[in-house]
């Protein structure tokens, strides 16, 4: 099966957000024990969106956690901060889990 656009729009942004946000942590960031949190978050986010290019079906939950963990972490500091994260997460979570684009998780992954 042909990938799905907002699959491929989906996978593409959180490795570039991933890789943006590892970059830019790890420049104004000092070297500490958060820092190691961080990076491994964002590796998640660049993992999540490799796979979801392939197909898995477990990257999509991934994916969802993921931006599930920002608007519960966002929303710690502000409303306004987390409406953004919101938005995103309501917009994958239908994007991946509703036909057409669930069809492309059901096939046999992509390699």
């Given at each position: 099966m042909k990938r799905p656009f907002a699959v491929a729009f989906l996978g593409w942004l959180f490795i570039l957000v991933g890789l943006g946000a590892l970059l830019y942590h790890l420049i104004k960031g000092a070297l500490d024990f958060w820092m190691i949190l961080i990076v491994l978050f964002e590796l998640i986010a660049v993992l999540a969106?490799?796979?979801l290019l392939k197909?898995?079906?477990w990257a999509r939950w991934l994916l969802l956690a993921w931006i599930a963990f920002?608007?519960?972490s966002s929303g710690l500091n502000s409303l306004s901060m987390?409406?953004?994260?919101?938005?995103l997460l309501i917009a994958a979570g239908y994007f991946l889990f509703t036909p057409p684009d669930s069809r492309y998780f059901s096939f046999p992954p992509l390699e």
């Open positions: 969106g490799v796979f197909g898995r079906n920002h608007v519960i987390s409406l953004p994260h919101l938005l």
